[in-house]
């Protein structure tokens, strides 16, 4: 019997397509249609499926509101419930009854609220030429590992450079600040909206969604399927 797995809000189909070659029964969930039209997903709430009996799943719950990014906005968060609604719905996917667990977060008030990450990771950690400081907490799943761990090693992964950045000066601040330029190319262009900017921001970078299905596929399969 397939393993049976659910990549909890996503609509890329960056992770859920790699286990699915790997032959899992790969199954995504979002509010939104999956961009790939021949994946099995389920569009609508995670609340719908989350006790179909999963064995593992993989969240990548919303961060809008959790994000240290927003935090001039957390005020205003607080006080209309919206940050208390991101926080609810992160911690009913830390919390669902599957064993194998894998939460998806940047940095933000997660690390306080609930506890610090498994592991920090980064995309450069893993082939993909830029900075994306990356959260995970995990449950019953072994944390993520690269050429630039302390004492795992692997010959098949490339540790490259952190990619490009954009400066300006703060008009506020009269300060230097600096941005990974794939993150400020997403707000510099205007030919996108905000949905857009949105799903380019928080889309899984490939070298990530590969360790994430071979490292944790191959995990699985020696857990469940021998």
């Known amino acids: 019997m397939k393993t049976k797995i ?84 992160f911690m009913t996917m830390i919390n669902a009854p599957i064993k194998y667990i894998a939460v998806e977060n940047p940095i933000g008030i997660m690390s306080k609220i609930y506890k610090l990450p498994t592991q920090k990771i980064q995309p450069y950690f893993f082939g993909d030429e830029a900075q994306k400081t990356t959260c995970l907490w995990l449950k019953n799943l072994p944390p993520l590992y690269h050429n630039a761990s302390a004492n795992l090693f692997d010959n098949n992964i490339t540790h490259v450079g952190k990619g490009e950045f954009f400066e300006w000066i703060d008009k506020k601040s009269g300060k230097l600040k600096r941005q990974p330029k794939w993150y400020a190319d997403a707000f510099r262009n205007h030919g996108i909206d905000g949905a857009m900017r949105s799903k380019i921001r928080s889309k899984t970078f490939p070298g990530i969604a590969d360790a994430m299905a071979n490292q944790w596929g191959n995990y699985l399969i020696n857990k469940l399927e021998n």
């Open 6 to 89: 659910l990549i909890a809000c996503e609509e890329s189909d960056e992770v859920r397509g790699r286990f699915d070659k790997m032959g899992f029964d790969a199954w995504s969930c979002d509010l939104q249609p999956n961009r790939n039209t021949n994946a099995k997903h389920y569009q609508g709430s995670i609340f719908d499926i989350i006790n179909d009996n999963w064995d593992a799943m993989i969240a990548f719950p919303p961060c809008t509101h959790l994000a240290v990014s927003g935090a001039p906005h957390f005020e205003k968060k607080r006080a209309d419930g919206r940050q208390q609604e991101g926080i609810d719905f």
